[in-house]
């Protein structure tokens, strides 16, 4: 079958990859749509370390083929969502409601690839560059058909990350301001997790003119080149700001356009040794700074949740979808995204 493998040299579209059959508690998918997100591009350009060679993509949607013993929430046929996150669901962590915590959903990459005599890596317990991947049972979320896979793909990365950062884990309340440093994916679905949670003043910082008609369509209600102009619209600074890019001097500025009690929000992924500095006495007006981990997500909540806001009109997922590409012309999806042509490429098989 297709898949895009990375051997920590180059990417290559191949043809010669296997997948096992899914063994007790796991889903076997046939992928139909997948997002290309910059944690992609990440793992290839070192900024996200990853064992090689692994099968890249991880925000995927496609049909379930086969399920495993013990599975019984999906069933062939159906379409699903798949989320990153293959947690136990038994630890304390996940039996508080935070999966996104659970140990062994971090760091634990298997290898259900194979080319040849080789075992590949899967990426994010995902792998949804494939025609057909295997998760645990838990990552598969059933959606409603009617949904198309190009618009459904997005709802497991840059949709749970950016709603779900501003809903689940910065809980922006009815008459918030907000700040969104960078609109790529993750920064745009910010804007509309805003926009839902009711802030009175959502303010898109993008160095690119051009995107202020999608920041704005989005949920923006002020748009900036510069965050030099955001104390000229909020003069006592915002409650929340979310980095969305993952630049040390732009956590920096995130950090110093706080009003007093607001909370810095970071989901820009520099590189891991990456070290980023404030003043101290800033802080002390009970202001924060959080980290934020796919949005602090429980995806088999949360994905029904955003495919009912699809349905309602409520939340944007079609507009988020630029381009799609064939799986062949993955190098074009990698250049548009890289130049930021696109708010999220689509790759279909």
Known sequence: MRGVVFDGKQVQVVDDLAVREPGPGEVLVAISAAGLCHSDLSVVDGTIPFPVPVVLGHEGA????????GVSHV??????ALSTLANCGTCPECDRGRPTMCRQAIGRPGRPFSRGDRPVHQFACNSAF???????????VRIPKDIPFSSAALIGCGVLTGVGAVLNRARV??????????TGGIGLNVLQGARLAGALRIVAVDANPAKEAVARQFGATDFLTSAKGVRDLLPTGADHVFECVG????????VDLLDRHGQAVLLGVPRASAEASFVVSSMFLDKAILGCRYGSSRPQRDIPLYAELYRQGRLLLDELVTETYPVEDFEKARADAEAGRVARGVLTF
């Not at 496609?62 to 013993?69: K, S």
């Not at 069933?75 to 699903?80: A, R």
């Open 62 to 69: 496609g049909v379930v083929q086969a399920v495993g013993a």
């Open 75 to 80: 069933v062939p046929g159906d379409h699903v």
């Open 130 to 140: 494939a025609e057909r991947t295997v998760v645990k049972a838990v990552q598969a």
């Open 173 to 182: 309340d009815r008459g918030d301001t907000v700040v969104v440093i960078g």
């Open 247 to 254: 630049r040390v001097e732009l956590i920096r500025q995130a």
